[in-house]
């Protein structure tokens, strides 16, 4: 079955800079990639996607890039803010209502 | 607003009980998902249901039960037969297979 891997665990970088994350997957039929942002005590919210028909996608600071052929996909965010500091979890779907996360990123974001 | 209603916050269980988990959505998703977290393994599936009256079962579905009598709500029961249920559970839906998941804001469940 389709597994995530998650890298890195923890991130800490300076208010301002960028933050990249990054994530493996191995069913090629997978097809759909989203990222999901979980502060804490909350549930996770959706912040960005992407379908496996398209190498990139921007929302404002936040971008995901998707490369098919190495099965690895990465949300990056520029200027960081300390709002940005959460657990960011990736996942893929490979179709049958079958989502498999990542296990995790914690960002700090220092003010 | 529209969104997910997970009740209730806290749960706490003893030995031997079960115990049911709310989760209403008023999105008109088909679909919708339970998930367990634990810390530092991310989201795994427990079960998910596609259209009302039909759910399959997720990668962790031993210890646990639901039911889809409803579009709008999708219970979840621990059973005592689930011999390690403390966990943060989350409930989610989807317009369809492929897309993004809207979450509830989580049960944390306690064995005390």
């Known amino acids: 079955g389709e597994n995530v891997e998650q890298h890195p665990s923890t991130l800490s970088v300076q208010e301002g800079d960028s933050a990249v994350i990054k994530c493996t997957y191995s069913d090629s039929a997978s097809n759909y990639f989203p990222w999901y942002k979980q502060e804490l005590g909350k549930g996770p919210q959706l912040i960005i996607d992407i379908r496996s028909n398209v190498g990139e996608k921007k929302d404002q600071r936040i971008a995901v890039t998707l490369n098919k052929t190495a099965k690895h996909f990465s949300l990056h965010i520029t200027e960081t803010q300390p709002e940005d500091s959460a657990v960011y979890f990736c996942a893929a779907n490979t179709g049958g209502f079958k989502t498999i996360f990542g296990a995790g990123t914690r960002l700090f974001v220092k003010a | 607003d529209g969104g997910i209603t997970q009740s209730p916050k806290y749960l706490f269980r003893k030995e031997g009980q079960n115990v049911t988990l709310s989760c209403e959505q008023n999105l008109n998703h088909d679909a919708m998902y339970w998930y367990r977290q634990d810390p530092g393994q991310g989201l795994r599936l427990i079960y998910y249901?596609?259209?009302?009256?039909?759910?399959q079962k997720g990668d962790i579905a031993e210890g646990y039960s639901v039911s889809r009598e409803k579009k709008e709500s999708f219970p979840l029961t621990v059973t005592s037969a689930q011999k390690n249920p403390t966990a943060f559970y989350l409930c989610?839906?989807?317009?369809?297979?492929?897309?993004?998941?809207?979450f509830g804001s989580g049960t944390r469940l306690t064995v005390v």
């Open positions: 249901s596609q259209i009302v009256n039909d759910f």
């Open positions: 989610a839906s989807s317009p369809g297979d492929a897309y993004g998941y809207t």
